[in-house]
């Protein structure tokens, strides 16, 4: 039932397969997780300027998307995407054809999503900074950037660390999904695998492992992180 | 405006708002018994799991352990395809569920929210003051009627709102099982873009409907929480 002579190393079986697949997930989880947080920020900070049209533009934003199923956003972005890019090559005079290679879309799909996880976290550790730190690094006659960088960014990862983790995870179990626009992380690799060998319950159990080790091992690094961000605060 | 209704009604997005809709009864049916059934059985499982029985809540949190760690999609692909390919289970009579993708998705679904939701519900009989446990025992309750009148009115109430996170989450997540051939909502809207190749007016259509189906969701589940936590209400 279980051929583990499948999974060796070489031409034989399919564990370079299985571990080229591995990173390929670990890089589009940290590159989307990345790419996620950047946007995370750009929202966080258009709904707390007190500006009507930023804020309406990123709640819509945040609602739409976490209320429709993952699978859709990244069929949306997969087939819709080429389109928007070229319309956009368009308009600055470039009319060949563009096709973005499939890291690129995978990379996208996932940090729109995360983004929004991710920006829910952010605002909440942002609006958990008392406003006083801010009024007396401004009487000390910091500027915007400095207030930015010194008071509010270590507080707010001091605090966001466990949500972020949360996040994290959530990312990594999403790219997944990414297997149905054809870039080779775990799960297609153990499609590939398991039509090549008519033994899917082997490649899906693998599968299964190298996901709950990366969750487990991703968990204890974001638990060594809010240690060491947390010295000094007894919580 | 007539010319305006027409241009309209010829919309491929208003064609395929109608396509899509048909499939609503499929995600809907695969909530209807993944939900309740979930539900129950995330009960249970969170007694099990803070229970003294050293054996029955290792392997409970064990089984939250593995479920949590691996994403849905392998979880349904294992039911699917996996389950599938073992002999003796295509002999027995559990190939009678596992053969049609509606069965595969309704269990893989219901194992899945099992697992989430008998953490949460854990949290909740974890977050009960003793006090109260000790006030129902010295009104001479016995276990099972602490439970019932004490123990899981108090914690089901309290978890309500990261149990609806939960609800919304299961949501969307019907839509995964349109990768094992099952014709709901995202499952169509994909034969529709295969066939128009007009991506985005085929899931902008499943999209809104997802999204309707979510904000019922929300209103559900708030005017549960409205119901059941009469303390909490802000003006009676």
Known sequence: MFKFDKLVFGDAGWGDEFLIATLMTILVSILSMGLGLFLAIITVWAKIIQNRITRFIANFYTTVIRGVPELLVIYLIFFGGNAVVISIAKVFGYNKYIELNALTIATIAIAVISATYSSEVLRASYLAISKGQIEAARALGMNKFSIFFKVISPQVIRHALPGIGNVWQITLKDTSLISVTGLVEIMRQSRISSNVEHSPLTFLITAAILYLCLTTISGRVFKTLEVNYSKGFST | ?236
């Open chain 2, 1 to 236: 405006m007539i010319e305006f209704l027409n241009s309209i009604q010829n919309s491929l997005i208003y064609k395929n708002f109608f396509l899509v809709l048909s499939g609503l009864d499929n995600t809907i049916l695969l909530l209807l018994i993944s939900l309740p059934v979930g539900f129950v059985l995330a009960l249970l499982f969170a007694l099990g799991r803070v229970s003294k029985i050293a054996l029955l809540s290792r392997t409970i949190s064990s089984y939250i352990f593995v479920i949590r760690g691996t994403p849905l999609l392998v979880q349904i692909y294992l039911i699917y395809f996996g389950l599938g390919s073992v002999k003796f289970i295509r002999e027995s009579f559990l190939w009678y569920a596992l053969k049609e993708p509606f069965w595969c998705g309704v269990i893989a679904l219901t194992i899945n929210t099992v697992a989430y939701g008998a953490e949460i519900f854990r949290g909740g009989i974890q977050s009960i003051e003793k006090s109260q446990v000790e006030s129902g025992l010295s009104l001479g309750f016995g276990k099972f009627l602490l439970l019932r009148k004490i123990i899981l009115p108090i914690a089901i109430r309290k978890v309500l709102p990261s149990y609806g996170n939960e609800l919304i989450l299961m949501v969307k997540a019907t839509s995964l099982v349109s990768l094992t051939t099952y014709m709901e909502m995202t499952g169509i809207a994909r034969k529709i873009m295969a066939k128009t190749f007009a991506p985005v007016e085929a899931f902008i259509a499943a999209g809104i409907l997802y999204l309707f189906l979510n904000f019922l969701m929300v209103q559900f589940v708030k005017y549960l929480e409205w119901k059941y936590n009469p303390h909490l209400r802000l003006n009676n």
